[in-house]
């Protein structure tokens, strides 16, 4: 496996954004998880809050009140908190961080601080409850109610829809850029990017990495997403870099959100070659496909590679493209139509 560059704990990747890594790497997060403070000056939106680790508050708190950039005493340090997803790598971290922004106001305001204005926490709604983002809801409940804004209906959090913007704040205090909101499911259901056009990027999260390939729900479906931020940028919307959720950012955004889809594709196609080669009257086991796809790699990868192989059937077999047979696990029996 091709070692990774190391990052920075905390960079400013343009004038307007910076990213502070969750300081919980490992072989799913890579560097870390990536954060992001966007904006010119307070109040900013902070995308994703990491997982919880200590030592991810005092890098957030430092980036927050950097004394190199505008600061508005009178405005909160962030408005808006945007989750991109339910993973416990970009959520647990929010009491942390809202504990944080209470505790920075009041410092910052003095002894008679004026009331403070908490931030919105934003998400794209779950179709189906999820019990690792329960844990999310139920720690909101149990903290202070001025820790954060409901919504009008008193929800805690305020759900996204495709399409809707946010304002961010420039130097002026008067919002002059927005980040878009695409839904971006097949990671998880409820993945979203974030379009910010005064640096044509495109905030992918989990969906692209700035690194290696990322695991998927519903293959049919991540596919599908990954033609809606091709088509996104081809239909006018051009961006330029992406900011990921893990990894460095990528220049060439188009061209490796294009790649993605094509390493999918090239595998599909390889697993319909694999069935072709085939006699008619055999069948074919997900484990048979690993072995021929898979024989130049280590052994020890095959039971992973087990699963993108079952999850690329399952989405032929969706297309009715392939028959599943039966069996079990690795041992299922597959045919193409």
């Known amino acids: 496996m091709e070692a990774l560059r190391a990052l920075p704990s905390t960079t400013q990747l ?4 910076v990213r502070i890594l969750g300081q919980n790497p490992g072989p799913y997060t890579l560097q870390g998880t990536n954060t992001y403070l ?36 009178d405005r909160p340090y962030v408005s808006d908190i ?18 944080l922004l209470k505790r920075l106001w009041a410092t ?10 908490p931030p919105r926490i934003h998400k794209y709604p779950l179709t189906i409850p999820d019990t690792r983002f329960r844990t999310v809801l139920d720690t909101l409940s149990s903290i202070p109610s001025d820790s954060f804004t409901p919504d009008s209906s008193g929800n805690h959090i305020h759900e996204l829809r495709h399409g809707q913007t946010l304002d961010v704040t420039t130097v002026s205090a008067t919002p002059t850029s927005v980040l878009e909101v695409l839904h971006t499911p097949g990671h998880t259901t409820d993945s979203l990017c974030l379009y910010y056009p005064t640096d044509r990027a495109l905030f992918t999260a989990d969906t692209v990495l700035g690194h290696g390939s990322t695991v998927f729900e519903d293959l049919r479906t991540y596919m599908s997403s990954l033609r809606t931020m091709i088509d996104f940028s081809e239909g006018g919307a051009k961006y330029g ?19 993605y889809l094509q390493n999918r594709q090239a595998r599909e196609d390889q697993i319909v070659q694999a069935l072709q080669s085939l006699p008619s ?11 021929a796809i898979y024989k130049d790699y280590p052994r020890e990868l095959w039971d992973g590679a087990a699963r993108s192989v079952d999850m690329h059937l399952r989405k032929l077999e969706a297309d009715n493209r392939v028959v599943c047979h039966g069996g079990d696990g690795k041992h299922m029996e597959w045919e193409l139509v």
């Open 14 to 17: 343009s004038k307007t954004v």
């Open 38 to 73: 966007v904006g010119e000056r307070n109040p900013y939106i902070l995308i994703d809050t990491g997982e919880g680790k200590d030592a991810y508050i005092p890098l957030l708190e430092a980036a927050l009140r950097d004394a190199s950039r505008p600061h508005a005493v």
């Open 82 to 99: 945007i989750l991109t997803h339910k993973h416990h790598d970009h959520t647990f971290g929010l009491p942390s961080v809202l504990d």
């Open 108 to 117: 910052h305001c003095g002894s008679d601080p004026a009331p403070y204005q």
């Open 241 to 259: 870099p992406v900011y990921p959720g893990h990894g460095p950012v990528v220049e060439e955004g188009l061209k490796h959100v294009s790649g």
């Open 281 to 291: 009257e055999e069948y074919c086991t997900t484990w048979t496909l690993v072995s």
